[in-house]
């Protein structure tokens, strides 16, 4: 079954219309100026393109991805970022899900390369739709932050020798937004992080357990694939925010706790500043000096004006 996740501000509308009233202060998000468009032969590598309709661009863009267990696909902030001149990208890829069906070693490549192929197919078209291709920031909120955190950590993924246009082009982005976000698929260093947590599986074929025994063995594709060790002086900045502190909130479980957990984003900032790479890290309590939260540090990287 596809699953669509409703914007928060979506899911206002519909709680005011069961209501049988439709709050002034709740607007409908727009409709997408492309919908659905296909940069892949799978019917989950789909993108819904949002263009600002004030300005002349070309315009700095925030590419959002959806779900890599099951396939969706949902615009970030389009109330913020549209107003500022900022394009959005809503980006479906194919998931773990299929990926296991199709019996594939790493199921997390085929979020991975699609994620990149995605950015490639946004450079393709920068010139039809007025987007500025310097500028380019990707981001994404729980499972949804894993390829925007690969696509800042990796070098570029361009391949000039290929026969695909696409593939020719960069990968390269301005920054990273990950929220509520699982920044690694190395089980040692998820519990290391966070004590206690299990969470991954089918990332390298197998379930948590196994892949906690066989990590030697994992090891090649932990490295392929994971944002954290692909860390290097190059990488684009990054910035994780989270909405609980370092102690469990009640009302929430310890399973759901631990796998959004800001002590994720902690363990990633130690590493990033290691390798030379700017990370913030913001949650109850813990501010940024330099950005009010995630959406400032986007349209800032983006020098793109503030609504």
Partial sequence: MRVRHCSPRALLLAIAFTAGTVSPLVAADPAPTHKDVSYGPSPHQIMDVYLPTQGRGPY????????IWQPSKHAARLDFF?????????????????????KVLAPVSYVMNDAARAVQFIRMNAGKWNIDEKRIAVGGGSQGALPALYLGCAPDLADPRSSDPIERLSTKVT???????????????????????????????????ESLKRHEELLPLIKKWSPETLLHKGAAPIYFENNWGLTQ?????EMDYKVHSPAWGLGFQKLAQQAGVKCHVKYPGHPTDDYKDIWDFVLKELNATSP
């Fill in 60 to 67: 700095p863009v925030l590419v959002w991805f959806g779900g």
């Fill in 82 to 102: 549209l107003p500022a001149r900022c394009a959005v990208i809503a980006v479906e890829t194919r998931t773990m899900t299929d990926a296991t069906t199709d």
């Fill in 175 to 209: 920054c990273v937004a990950a929220y509520r976000s699982q920044p690694s698929i190395d089980p040692r260093r998820m519990q290391e992080w966070v004590p206690g947590v299990k969470w991954g599986a089918p990332a390298l074929g197998c379930n948590f357990e």
């Fill in 249 to 253: 909130p009640e009302k929430v479980t």
